[in-house]
């Protein structure tokens, strides 16, 4: 019954494992990522200028997709994905 509220074995979402968590450690983890967002822009005469994620306003917005997908996935059916897990790609 674990399987209820987190991801099935080998589930990863967007290129990250999810196996076990709950869609809210999942948002945390990809909110951290975008909270950290570095870009750098090469100037003129070999400048350089960082800027950060935070002052242009970078954050994610969730659209109900990772709840949707604990929705729709059968807890019990878990030995099934011990060897392979299901993929997703979504917007955050």
């Known amino acids: ?3 209820k509220q987190a991801y099935l074995p ?4 967007n290129g990250m ?4 968590k709950t869609a809210d450690q999942v948002k945390e983890r990809m909110a951290a990522g975008v909270k950290d967002y570095e870009m750098s822009l090469l100037l003129r005469g070999d ?3 960082t800027i950060k994620g935070d002052d242009f306003g970078l954050h994610t ?3 109900g997709s990772l709840e ?3 929705r729709q996935q059968n807890p019990y059916a878990w030995p099934r994905y011990l060897l ?3 993929s997703y790609e979504i917007q955050a």
């Not at 080998?10 to 979402?13: A, E, G, P, Q």
């Open 68 to 70: 949707e997908i604990i």
């Open 17 to 20: 494992d999810v196996t076990g």
């Open 1 to 3: 019954m674990s399987f």
């Open 84 to 86: 392979r897990g299901p």
């Open 10 to 13: 080998h589930t990863v979402i």
């Open 47 to 49: 400048g350089r200028e």
């Open 61 to 63: 917005v969730f659209d």
